[in-house]
């Protein structure tokens, strides 16, 4: 029997945690198992004992660095008494180097977020099994030279190294002890990443408990370290997520135990910054890992995937959504009170927009979707979302983040609001649907009224993508409607103009410019509304616009050396396209323009070609010129035919 006496202090006010200190009587057979260097220096060894249930399981760390009768008293965060009745073949296995976060009690309070997680040690070794501290160190060593060695042999050396470590049959406990040394942020990364790997191996075989075990102490290390490098924290998050879908459906004793994650999780958001910034992240990495088909995924089933993520999305996900909205609606009521250019605060507020658009482009009916493209998809909200947007305090809610936030975050705010806006027309009645793009359109409207943000690049490129979308989802007879819509189509023309006369600033958003505008063109023979759609005023302006931007462009290309915009056949081509349907509207403006272009760029051309004195570079301007219109004049020939 250990005989044990228990004493509390208080180990750092930095660190907010009590500590326990236990001082006790090792067995004087476990002093004989303590082996001694032929130097006469003992090696340093961790050491946990443990026991088989239903004792319960209490870790130990015993420093020694003096001879092996000398046994220092070792501390840990928190414990339970060791039972009256623990065996004399208990099971001794390796621990870790105090500080452990509180893994191996079977309680887990940490002020102030009082966070309970019920853990296990994660090596489920039955002998007594030491490992000298000098074996870890060296991994250590391998991941310094891995990922700072300039020696490109050495780090394959490295690599192939550590490739051998995540396939050994020690790999489990050895994780462990690397991560609760903390000594090594790369050693942690190594850590993180195999545990990553050894729970995605269907055949490698983990217990159900031993999962629980792993989830449960990523919980407790992100709980007792929030400030982690980011790689470090972005790897456990992943574990996290991982082990949390790879066991969704997995219960003990009729509990499914890895779906408790909103509640264990809001322990963090209840703490400092750091430890808030780390729970959001968990909440959004488990959305994505629920989102998407993993290799894991795809060499199992892609049905107990589907399965999966619909499970999420009817359990968890419209709460996790809530939870987004409700701290960024807390965020911008005291928006004026942050400082953004604190990196704890700033990196809060990036992860809860993530997170809230995570929610909002989840795929919720399985389609699988190519994520590297647009094509105006829209967004199947399931009907138990309603009351979401149905007061449009949600609509507001990133409308108002877009005009407060900084450059650096309000591109996630337009994010958001471009999935917003694509939400499946039968999510409404047609007066909540009229209601609902109404209050979309006056948000547009006042963005094209305040058009600082517009400046930055990213703001500017999702604002053309929220266009785009106004008319993918909404039908023109529906925009027309609006009580605004006269105002909103002139500021939209107006800043069409503007965007295609700046055709170096931001070359990819003209698609969707042009895209709204072709969308609208094209609607006009099934219109049966009354009220004018005006578009007869605008589609000229837009048409003019791109036309002769392009030619200007051409010097400052031939001038400059810039790459040829015409030399991006598929871009070209698309566009072009897109201008021949807007130029229909008003057919007759626009061929009677291209016409007038054309013969003045023919003329130019004959006289600098009679020209013997002609620079070549004013040639190969006109040059330019001339080809840029004949792709145009084509067009509008193929528009004329049909």
Not at 46 to 53: I, K, M, R
Not at 380 to 397: G, N
Request: aromatic content about 10%; hydrophobic content about 40%; proline content about 5%.
């Amino acid at each position: 029997m250990v005989n044990c006496a228990l004493r509390h202090q208080v180990h750092s006010a930095s660190h907010k945690m009590l500590h326990s200190i236990l001082s006790f009587l090792v067995p004087a057979q476990l002093k004989q198992n303590v082996r001694v260097q032929p130097d006469g220096q003992p090696r340093k060894y961790c050491l946990l004992l443990s026991a088989p249930p239903p004792v319960q399981t209490v870790g130990y760390y015993s420093h020694f660095s003096q001879l092996p009768n000398v046994w220092h008293p070792f501390h840990l965060d928190f414990l339970h008494a060791i039972s009256p009745h623990l065996p004399r073949s208990s099971s001794w296995s390796l621990h870790s180097r105090f500080p452990s976060p509180t893994l191996y009690s079977n309680s887990f309070s940490f002020q102030p977020l009082n966070m309970s997680y019920s853990s296990q040690p994660l090596s489920s070794s039955i002998s007594i099994s030491f490992i000298c501290f000098q074996e870890v160190r060296q991994l250590e060593l391998l991941c310094k030279q891995l990922y700072e060695s300039q020696d490109s042999a050495h780090r394959a050396e490295a690599e192939k190294a550590l490739v051998g470590f995540q396939n050994a049959p020690d790999t489990l406990s050895k994780c462990q002890l690397l991560l609760d040394r903390g000594d090594s942020c790369y050693a942690q990364l190594l850590a993180a990443t195999t545990l990553t790997k050894l729970v995605s191996r269907s055949a490698q075989g983990l217990s159900l408990q031993q999962r629980v075990d792993i989830r449960n102490y990523v919980l407790n290390y992100l709980a007792t370290q929030p400030k982690l490098p980011n790689f470090v924290i972005q790897a456990l998050v992943t574990l996290f997520a991982r082990i949390s879908k790879l066991g969704w459906f997995d219960s003990d004793k009729e509990e499914f135990v890895f779906r408790n994650v909103v509640t264990d999780i809001s322990k963090f958001l209840q703490g400092s910054v750091e430890h808030c910034m780390v729970g959001v992240q968990l909440l959004s990495q488990l959305t994505c890992e629920m989102n998407q088909i993993s290799e894991a995924d795809a060499n199992r089933s892609l049905t107990k995937h589907r399965k999966i993520a619909s499970s999420f999305r009817d359990t968890q996900l419209f709460e996790i959504f809530r939870l987004s909205c409700s701290l960024l609606g807390t965020a911008r009521e005291n928006c004026k009170s942050l400082n953004f250019s604190d990196e704890g605060q700033h990196g809060l507020m990036t992860q809860l927009l993530r997170l809230a658009h995570n929610c909002l482009t989840f795929d919720f009916i399985g389609t699988s979707t190519d994520e590297s493209s647009d094509d105006l998809c829209t967004v199947q909200i399931p009907t138990s979302w309603r009351p979401a947007f149905l007061d449009f305090t949600t609509l507001k809610l990133f409308f108002d983040l877009y005009h407060s936030l900084p450059n650096t975050l309000s591109p996630l705010a337009l994010s958001c609001l471009v999935q917003i806006a694509s939400v499946r027309r039968s999510l409404f009645s047609n007066t909540e649907r009229a209601k609902f793009l109404t209050h979309l359109v006056n948000g547009v409207k006042h963005i094209l009224q305040n058009p600082q943000g517009l400046s930055d690049p990213s703001n500017y490129h999702e604002f053309c993508r929220l266009l785009a979308r106004l008319k993918s989802n909404y039908q023109l007879g529906e925009l027309v409607m609006v009580e605004n819509y006269p105002e909103a189509i002139q500021l939209i023309a107006k800043f069409t103009v503007q965007s295609l006369q700046m055709w170096q600033f931001a070359p990819n958003s003209v698609h969707y410019l042009l895209s709204l505008w072709q969308r609208m063109v094209a609607s006009v023979p099934y219109v049966k509304a009354t009220e004018p759609h005006l578009l007869e005023t605008y589609t000229p302006e837009v048409s003019n616009a791109y036309i002769t931007s392009r030619l200007e462009s051409v010097a400052v290309v031939v001038r400059e050396g810039l790459e040829d915009p015409l030399d991006d056949l598929g871009m070209v081509q698309q566009q072009l396209e897109q201008l021949s349907v807007i130029g229909r509207c008003e057919y007759q403006k626009t061929c009677t323009l291209l016409v007038q272009l054309f013969d003045q760029a023919a003329r130019a051309y004959q006289e600098l070609l009679a020209s013997p004195n002609a620079p070549q570079l004013d040639i190969n301007i006109q040059e330019g010129k001339y080809t840029t219109l004949t792709f145009g004049d084509s067009k509008a020939i193929i528009v004329c035919l049909k």
